[in-house]
């Protein structure tokens, strides 16, 4: 009964441990989308930095503009326009 105790305690651990590293792999940038020098905007529409060499879903993420509004947030040429949720 202690073997089947260890053997299913071994199991959900290395169940959990994939699962963590398979959903780490899927965030991960593919080898083929394309990235882009962003420029970052504040609410009122004036630059306040940059983020070199990110697809549109990293740009989304590290300047926080995830949303589907009027205001935007960030552009690049040749990317779509993300905007401030």
Do not use: E
Request: aromatic fraction near 8%; include cysteine.
């Amino acid at each position: 009964m202690k073997k089947l105790k260890i053997s299913m305690l071994a199991l959900v651990f290395a169940v959990g441990i994939g699962g963590a590293f398979v959903q780490k792999i899927q965030a991960a940038p593919k080898a083929n989308d394309p990235t882009y020098n962003w420029t970052h905007f504040n609410q009122s529409g004036t630059p306040i930095g940059s983020l070199p060499n990110a697809t549109v879903d990293q740009a989304r993420d590290d300047l926080g503009c995830p949303g589907s509004t009027s205001v935007k947030c960030a552009t690049a040429t040749g990317a779509p326009t993300i905007y401030y949720n």
